[in-house]
């Protein structure tokens, strides 16, 4: 089956370092993406890897190890509008009208 | 300009009815989704159609029976709603063919209740 495993919870304070850890076991893997939901609100993309390594977009890195099966989010200089659901998905295959496979989220809540 | 719309954004709604949720895209996709997003925040894929073709079907009941009049507009009408249709309805859009990262663009999401 699919399993994509996120912590649920998670708190940090304003201008700190945090890491959101994503593990999954797919039937196939073609891509893992990080999305970013505020409440009541719809998700929207923040990254994406295919290849094992570190892809780095402004204050947010995220990385990849297909070998563990393994991703994080890496968020630095925390603020407060970080506070949100992050959530991990991964495309298990390439075609027409396949979905993304998505986790169960992890809640951050930033304090001052 | 709105690239992936739907309506109603709240719908409230008695046990037994009919209700229908409408999602449009303006960027040109020729893949589309529905995605249900229950109270735990969890989002699970229900449909997806690539070019008005139905691609996924998950284990979704028959009350539930999405339409894609063409590749821009798809649409979701639920018959005898139940107490757990209660969620948040997102449809989605993404580009199926390469070289672009496939990602999907979601809607506001449609908040249906049933009372």
């Known amino acids: 089956g699919q399993n994509i495993d996120q912590p649920t919870e998670m708190t940090a304070t304003e201008g700190a370092i945090v890491q959101i850890n994503c593990t999954y076991q797919?039937?196939?893997?073609?891509?893992l993406f990080w999305y970013q939901q505020h409440a009541g609100e719809a998700p929207t993309f923040l990254s994406y890897?295919?290849?094992?390594g570190l892809e780095e977009k402004g204050r947010f890195s995220s990385f990849l190890s297909r070998s563990k099966g393994y991703s994080y989010l890496l968020l630095k200089e925390l603020q407060m509008k970080d506070s949100a659901s992050y959530l991990c998905?991964?495309?298990?295959?390439?075609?027409?009208?396949?979905?993304?496979?998505f986790g169960k989220g992890t809640t951050l809540s930033v304090s001052s | 300009d709105t690239a992936v719309s739907q309506t109603p954004k709240y719908l409230v709604t008695q046990m037994g009815n009919d209700k229908s949720i409408k999602c449009e895209q303006n960027?040109?996709?020729?893949?589309m989704y529905w995605y249900k997003q229950d109270s735990k925040k969890f989002l699970k894929i229900m449909f997806s159609?690539?070019?008005?073709?139905?691609?996924i079907n998950e284990t979704v009941p028959n009350r539930f029976s999405p339409k894609s009049p063409d590749k821009a507009h798809l649409n979701l009408h639920i018959n005898s709603l139940e107490l757990g249709d209660s969620a948040v309805y997102f449809c989605a859009s993404s580009q199926a063919t390469p070289p672009p990262t496939g990602e999907l663009f979601f809607g506001e999401g449609s908040r249906l209740t049933v009372l």
């Open positions: 797919t039937s196939g893997f073609n891509g």
């Open positions: 998905a991964v495309r298990d295959r390439w075609q027409a009208g396949t979905a993304l496979i």
């Open positions: 960027l040109g996709h020729d893949t």
């Open positions: 159609y690539n070019n008005k073709e139905l691609i």
């Open positions: 890897n295919v290849l094992d």
